[in-house]
């Protein structure tokens, strides 16, 4: 019965490691997903181990955690932008780590929209949810409706060797699209303190957007899902975006939860990144308060 016991507690401790370092909802696949079969491997992994004859399972280190980042940079941020908010699971992990701030989250697909808007109703005025894509410029874009619902972008499908899933075009629509910079305008907004964007692909040109803000130093945090192979066709890589981001001053904090191909299992395909501010560079560092 103590053998059963040791091994109830070591899966239930994978389980809670696991939680706690799957970030926001992937591109290719759904949360759940990359849950059911990180967690399924785990405890195959606790299974084998106890059929072994093992007294204990040593537990996997915890990785770093991209929202306890973002709260230990940038405690009480005032406005988080969420772009690409898909269903809006992201919008609520930012409305339940930051009380006080107010979140406008951004999805165009009008189908995933509704599905975020009934999520998002109970947070009331906290959140402002909007149809409108964030690109370099204003004005109109054909959106690239797939098969998966997270994977729909303002680019076309590219190498699915890379993908963790299989996805085809159904149909583009026609979106409404702003800059970072017109709305920051139009809102009133002198620093955004949190943007974290997921759309596909589409990063840098979103960024393009704002460079004004940027070029200010305006936006504290940049919370992005980066590319290292072509999932989309024609998209800027994380090369590209840490470039541009390095010429005004920002610099890559950490990179969170690779990601490699199935049937690449040797090349690194996907990840989340942190970029930072100058402003918050230096008091991260301690330069000044």
Not at 3 to 10: L, M, R
Not at 50 to 68: H, K, N, T
Not at 92 to 120: G, K, M, V
């Amino acid at each position: 019965m103590t053998g059963e016991n040791n091994k109830n507690k070591a899966i239930r401790a994978l389980v809670e490691s696991c939680l706690r370092r799957v970030p926001f909802a992937r591109s290719a696949y759904s949360r759940l997903d990359l849950m059911r079969d990180e967690i399924e491997g785990l405890k195959n992994s606790v299974d084998d181990a106890f059929r072994q004859g093992a007294a204990s399972v040593a537990l996997p280190p915890v990785q770093p955690s991209m929202l306890d980042d973002q709260r230990r940079l940038v405690p009480t941020p005032s406005i988080i932008l969420d772009v690409g908010a898909h269903h809006g699971h992201s919008t609520i992990e930012y409305l339940d780590a930051f009380p006080s701030a107010r979140i406008f989250a951004f999805e165009p697909d009008e189908a995933n929209n509704r599905q975020a808007a009934e999520l998002l109703r109970p947070y009331g005025d906290r959140v402002r949810l909007s149809r409108l894509g964030l690109a370099e410029h204003a004005g109109k874009a054909s959106l690239h409706i797939n098969s998966h619902d997270g994977t729909h972008s303002l680019l076309p499908i590219g190498d699915l060797s890379y993908w963790h899933g299989q996805a085809s075009e159904v149909e583009q629509v026609d979106i409404e699209t702003a800059t970072l910079d017109s709305l920051a305008a139009s809102k009133g907004w002198d620093r955004i303190d949190i943007l974290k964007m997921d759309i596909q692909g589409a990063e840098l040109a979103a960024l393009k957007g704002g460079a004004a803000l940027l070029a200010a130093g305006a936006i504290d945090l940049l919370c992005l899902e980066v590319e290292f192979e072509h999932l989309y066709e024609g998209q800027p890589l994380f090369w590209d975006i840490a470039t541009y981001l390095n010429s005004l001053g920002y610099r890559l904090y950490r990179v969170y939860d690779w990601q490699y191909g199935l049937k690449r299992s040797n090349e690194l395909c996907w990840a989340d990144a942190i970029f930072i501010s100058p402003r918050l560079l230096r008091v991260s560092n301690g330069v000044d308060g």
